[in-house]
């Protein structure tokens, strides 16, 4: 089992940007592939961009890419997400997601993949 908790969300004007972090507590957090969901209101959750478990592999939904950073430091069981260039579209509640993987490089970009899920923070992009 492994616990996630997400912080850094808020309110910020269009070209802004946040730093969101998810902390782990529980298992070795460095056995586990990480990505980052959103939804925004009436609509369904989305993939948005996740790491391998060695932060070797990454991978972005495409209107994220080159805005969006997704990094991770197994020593302080923390995944991040840098976000720039903000748009008023990037409005959501983020989740970060944690699965255990034996593949020191494997992503995973589908949600029903993984099993554990924060209580997500709200990002709300103003324009």
């Known amino acids: 089992q492994v616990q996630l908790v997400e912080s850094g969300g808020g309110l910020v004007q269009a070209g802004g940007s946040l730093r969101l972090s998810c902390a782990a507590s529980g298992r070795t957090f460095s056995s586990y592939a990480m990505g980052w969901f959103r939804q925004a209101p009436g609509k369904a959750r989305e993939f948005v961009a996740a790491?391998?478990?060695?932060?070797?592999?990454?991978y972005y939904t495409d209107s994220v890419k080159a805005r969006f950073t997704i990094s991770r430091d197994n020593a302080k069981s923390t995944v991040y997400l840098q976000m720039n260039s903000l748009k008023p579209e990037d409005t959501a509640v983020y989740y970060c997601?944690?699965?255990?993987?034996?593949?020191?490089?494997?992503?995973?970009?589908?949600?029903?993949?993984?099993?554990?899920w924060g209580q997500g923070t709200q990002v709300t992009v103003s324009s």
């Open positions: 997601a944690a699965t255990a993987t034996l593949y020191f490089d494997n992503v995973v970009d589908t949600a029903n993949q993984y099993p554990y």
């Open positions: 790491i391998s478990r060695s932060g070797s592999s990454t």
